[in-house]
């Protein structure tokens, strides 16, 4: 007999969407008049600037010719863009990051959420509180937690983002193994500084943590104290994946286009310890 | 301490590939003048034809102004193309398929790999042998498998295509609860008769098992007798679920589209056996 996966209905994400709907249609409903921005599941709504248009044209045309046709790209994208991505958002900020450490994908959303599954399913996830759904249902679906209760789900650490922190979370009390970090926050906007990254960063180190780490509105940073990369941080390359967006700002609006880094220093155990 | 899924440590594939390229180089060095066809890991050479290249171009157009920027489209794709899709390839085949029961997507490799995170880690597994590897890894690192010995993984039941049976596999002997079948068929080009496939959704119905048909080479299809999806099977609605690509013969080729069909009417069971 053919049985579902139960940790599926765990979920409680399409509650707190639709909850959000009800509530903002109810309020709508008794003040007509007032314009409600919506915060909850956002859309792009800018188009393409002409850059970005021409160089999906000339793609277009590439696919159009036998000459030009190019195939099934390189599973972990093009070496071109590869190398652009490492010179110009990294190795131009210090970072030492190399093409072969780059792997573009199809969205943030996607890597961020596919990412878990090469890690053990009983670790321990901290994760901010509030916080990007998608790495909190990825890890429901996969069977790292228990029932959600109150808006929380039994079995992860939950690390407070409020007014009095600045909505940047202190280290966990409690020792856990995989971290969930957003800098600049979605959904608080917070950002993280140099100090507290290097608290992340020197934390994983010692406890034989990976940190997540999704810079997806790192174009968003005007401050030039705020590190753009986790791998402005030294020792960075031994415990944190990167997630970058080309979706947010840089042109590519509502397209999906995305990469992630890991660095070959990068370090996970197996139950042999080694 | 962070540590690793165990099961990708499971994964022969790159063996496979790897023992395949080692065996062409060799045979291409001692034999310098013969050509070689080679039959694993393929890639397609032809350029799109016109009526995509221009609707691709409409599309660029399409996000080049505000007018027509269209923002993220629907998690399940657009409505025009699900509709086109249910009635063109199913309806006008007497198939009973609705334009709410198809979800598009970028791909069949992504559709098939995927859809086993929605059954029971527990379940029993049916895979043709030979078949196409993405369903068989990714049962492997979803943890439903033991480890390789001589090319199979201890725990999955292999469904024997032969020359004798004509590369179409019998029942099963023991009973499972998922089967992959693909027809026609990668790698060897079997197709599957209305017979074969009724004898299938029979099995699935009586044994409470759902079938994970792939239909993405449906376009190859020359032979009127031949059904194009198993939805012109009867009862195939409560037991099976579809795969489709546009990336094969339908003009996409090396582009990533592909849908995959669900019907309202399937079922798998909870632990209660509801």
Known sequence: MIRINENFTK?????????IARRVSAFQEANPQTR????????????????????????????????????YGPEQGYAFLREAIA????????????????????GAKCDTGNIQEIFATDIRVAVPDPVYP??????????????????????????????DNNYTPALPSEPVDLIYLCFPNNPTGATASRE???AWVDYARENRAIILFDAAYEAFIRDPE??????????AREVAIEFRSFSKVAGF???RCAYTVVPKSLKAWDTAGG
């Open 253 to 255: 609006t509502g397209t």
């Open 11 to 19: 979920l409680q994400a399409s509650y707190l969407f639709a909850d």
């Open 36 to 71: 409600v921005i919506r915060l909850g599941i956002g859309d792009v709504t800018e188009p393409l600037p002409p850059a970005c248009v021409e160089a999906f044209h000339k793609g277009v045309y590439e696919l159009a010719s036998r000459e030009t046709f190019r195939g």
């Open 196 to 198: 507290q990254l290097k």
């Open 226 to 235: 705020i590190p753009h990369s986790i791998y402005e941080i030294d020792g």
């Open 134 to 163: 998608v790495y909190v249902d990825t890890n429901v679906m996969a069977g790292r937690t228990g029932p959600a209760e109150n808006g929380r789900y039994a079995g992860l650490v939950y690390l407070e983002c409020r007014p």
């Open 87 to 106: 010179q110009n958002d990294f190795q131009a900020r210090g970072c030492e990051i190399a093409a072969d450490e780059i792997f573009v994908s199809d």
